[in-house]
């Protein structure tokens, strides 16, 4: 399979805290995005990274991809219960024109 | 409403059973795709649609079957369901295929359709 794996598989942290999640793949890659998925709900995106960028930033959040590692990591600064979703990464194996997910991080922030 | 929408939301059959599942969006995207999401799986790709008239399988396509006779639509049709195929359908939308670092990329996801097969 060439699906790519996130960890951990579930996060618990207070509000205020940061969070940090994982994702690896297993091939090349043109972009990388983030998802996050509320229980019972569709998935929204949150944030594209280039493979020719480094660390990407928006509101609260803030991206990295190491190519050469072949992962990236998804940060939430000053959490909120709001922030109580799964999260997914998520990659186009290029030329191939399929999206390949993560197997998701489900985040639970306690108020 | 602009956006992406499935129908039904909720639907329950019997084995052996045609169901189709629909999804329309509004927004022209060239792109089109269907996921079955699982515990333990994630997300999975059943099949996808580049244009109206070109489909082509994901990771998942057997017992599915798919058409796209207008850019807004990409209906899904299980031809004689199975239990194995209880699950919660997503279809999704993208201006582009993900063939360059372009943001078009990014897919927009409709709410949902959580289908079981007794």
Known sequence: SQQGEEDPQALSIQEGENATMNCSYKT???????????????????????????????????????????????????????????????????????????????????? | DAGITQSPRYKITETGRQVTLMCHQTWSHSYMFWYRQDLGHGLRLIYYSAAADITDKGEVPDGYVVSRSKTENFPLTLESATRSQTSVYFCASSESGGGSTSSTDTQYFGPGTRLTVL
């Open chain 1, 28 to 111: 090349s890659i043109n972009n990388l995005q983030w998802y996050r998925q509320n229980s019972g709900r569709g998935l929204v995106h949150l944030i594209l990274i280039r493979s020719n960028e480094r660390e990407k930033h928006s509101g609260r959040l803030r991206v990295t991809l190491d190519t050469s590692k072949k992962s990236s990591s998804l940060l939430i600064t000053a959490s909120r219960a709001a922030d109580t979703a799964s999260y997914f990464c998520a990659y186009w194996t290029g030329g191939y024109q399929k999206v390949t997910f993560g197997t998701g991080t489900k985040l639970q922030v306690i108020p």
